[in-house]
């Protein structure tokens, strides 16, 4: 069984950056598309960015495009979100996910197994 347990989020300040890092227990993540998501009270889980398991592939939701950028570490199990020019609408729980294929994907539906989620918030 895949487990992901993120970490780095915090409180930061308009402008700042942080970096989440999402470890995976199983050696199964080398072959899996790996994704970030965010989420605030009352809204859907939204699309953040996407990794294929070879690293070579990303994809980005248009309002993170040019500030975020997601990265991985198959040697370390890791899947990285590098978080610059955090705005407070940027705000969010974060989670990481996994697919059960190599490929990309943006859709909630896409993901077999998520984390448990960090909290980002970015204050004005």
């Known amino acids: 069984q895949v487990q992901l347990v993120e970490s780095g989020g915090g409180l930061v300040q308009a402008g700042g950056s942080l970096r989440l890092s999402c470890a995976a227990s199983?050696?199964?993540?080398?072959?899996?598309?790996m994704g970030w998501f965010r989420q605030t009270p009352g809204k859907e889980r939204e699309f953040v960015a996407a990794?294929?398991?070879?690293?070579?592939?990303?994809h980005y939701a248009d309002s993170v495009k040019g500030r975020f950028t997601i990265s991985r570490d198959n040697a370390k199990n890791t899947v990285y979100l590098q978080i610059n020019s955090l705005k407070p609408e940027d705000t969010a729980v974060y989670y990481c996910?996994?697919?059960?294929?190599?490929?990309?994907?943006?859709?909630?539906?896409?993901?077999?197994?998520w984390g448990q989620g960090t909290q980002v918030t970015v204050s004005s």
């Open positions: 996910a996994a697919r059960t294929t190599s490929y990309i994907g943006s859709s909630y539906s896409d993901y077999r197994y």
């Open positions: 199983e050696r199964t993540f080398t072959s899996a598309a």
């Open positions: 990794i294929s398991w070879s690293g070579r592939a990303t």
